[in-house]
């Protein structure tokens, strides 16, 4: 049987906690992705630099190897909503990888930015091959399992909120 896989990018933490907790819920394999070179320290040095990246629509090469997608069906996608969107790190993590033929669920935290606000970036990072299948801005550990629960026996996971 194919697995799981959780991948994720986070700087302080809140992605990291959420993409964890999802981790325990469906028995999955978890990767953190990170960038070649890392962000400075502080928040606000790394905000600026942050937003300088998305502003500039920069190219963010990751560090992190991400082990082989064949063995994986179901592959959820963690990341901080920066200035509305999703980061640029995710754009190397889909151009360096092939997730075709796999069933993506991305999954945003923020302070207040919708999940659906985040959706056309990610999209425009994926490309056209990947199916995205719903997605959800994370909240707590009840709502990852009401929504496991609820998808049990669905190949879908769309309508989600
Ligand atoms: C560069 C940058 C831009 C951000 N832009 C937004 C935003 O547009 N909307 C929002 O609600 N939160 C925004 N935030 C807050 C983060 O999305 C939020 O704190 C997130 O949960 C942090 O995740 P992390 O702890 O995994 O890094 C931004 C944070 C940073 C550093």
């Not at 194919?2 to 993409?19: C, D, E, P, R």
């Not at 935290?109 to 091959?129: H, I, N, Q, R």
């Not at 909240?139 to 909120?161: C, I, P, Y």
């Amino acid at each position: 049987m194919k697995k799981t896989l959780v991948i994720y990018f986070s700087l302080s933490g809140t992605t990291k906690a959420a993409a964890e907790s999802i981790q325990e819920n469906t028995n999955a394999d978890i990767v953190r992705i990170e960038p070649v070179e890392p962000y400075p320290e502080g928040y606000s040095n790394y905000s600026k630099v942050g937003m300088q990246q998305m502003e500039a629509h920069a190219d963010v090469p990751m560090k992190t190897k991400i082990p082989d997608l064949n063995q994986y069906d179901l592959i959820f996608i963690g990341y901080p909503t920066w200035g509305g969107q999703v980061p640029r790190i995710f754009n190397s993590l889909f151009a360096e990888n092939d997730f075709s033929g796999k069933r993506v669920l991305p999954f945003s935290t923020s302070v207040s930015t919708p999940f659906e606000d985040t959706l056309p970036s990610f999209k425009e990072a994926a490309g056209g091959g990947v199916k995205i299948v719903g997605g959800f801005r994370y909240r707590d550990e009840a709502q990852v399992q009401r929504l496991l629960k609820d998808n049990k026996s669905s190949s879908s996971f769309l309508g989600l909120e």
